[in-house]
């Protein structure tokens, strides 16, 4: 085998050790605790990991768990944006750049999706990308005060009808 081939399939096997570990021990949280293999919200209750991870199955080629992870984020995460029973802080950046970013990029790369259900007009239509939007408006009122804000309310920051 070759060396790529070797450094490719290391890399496969540790995406899934991780992958699976968060989707066995940690979901819907944000992230798996490693040590006591327990998850945590983090980040604001998003299925952080699970995001994450949607681009990389589509690379990876694997386009049967890149479906099934996107109907996961689709029942997990949607309720975030509409919840009204806590305040949900987050991090500007972190929210702007992985849920934000990771969710547009899944929408995107869905297109190459073999089997993957679009709706009419996509690419400027989709679940995924109807989802960062709603959360990208909740990021807005960071970037409307004069001054760049590290944190933001998301539940607070647009009435409810807005998104």
């Not at 096997?13 to 983090?42: R, S, V």
């Not at 995001?51 to 690379?59: G, M, P, S």
């Not at 007009?121 to 679940?127: H, L």
């Amino acid at each position: 085998m070759r060396i790529a081939s070797r450094y490719r399939e290391k890399v496969r096997e540790m995406f899934y050790h991780a992958y699976n570990g968060y989707l066995n021990h940690a979901f819907p949280l944000d992230e798996l605790k490693p040590i006591t293999c327990k998850g945590q919200d983090t980040w604001g209750s998003f299925s952080l990991s699970l995001v994450d991870a949607l681009d990389t199955l589509v690379v990876m080629g694997n386009t049967t768990e890149f479906r099934r992870a996107v109907d996961l984020v689709l029942k997990s995460v949607r309720y975030v944006s509409v919840r009204t029973d806590a305040n949900v802080n987050v991090s500007v950046f972190e929210t702007n750049i992985r849920i934000v970013g990771g969710l547009i990029s899944a929408h995107m790369l869905s297109g190459r999706v073999e089997g993957m259900v679009l709706e009419d007009g996509w690419p400027c239509s989709g679940p995924l990308l109807r989802l960062a939007e709603a959360v990208a408006v909740r990021l807005l009122p960071a970037f409307n005060t004069g001054e760049f804000k590290v944190m933001q309310d998301l539940l607070q920051s647009c009435p409810r009808d807005d998104i």
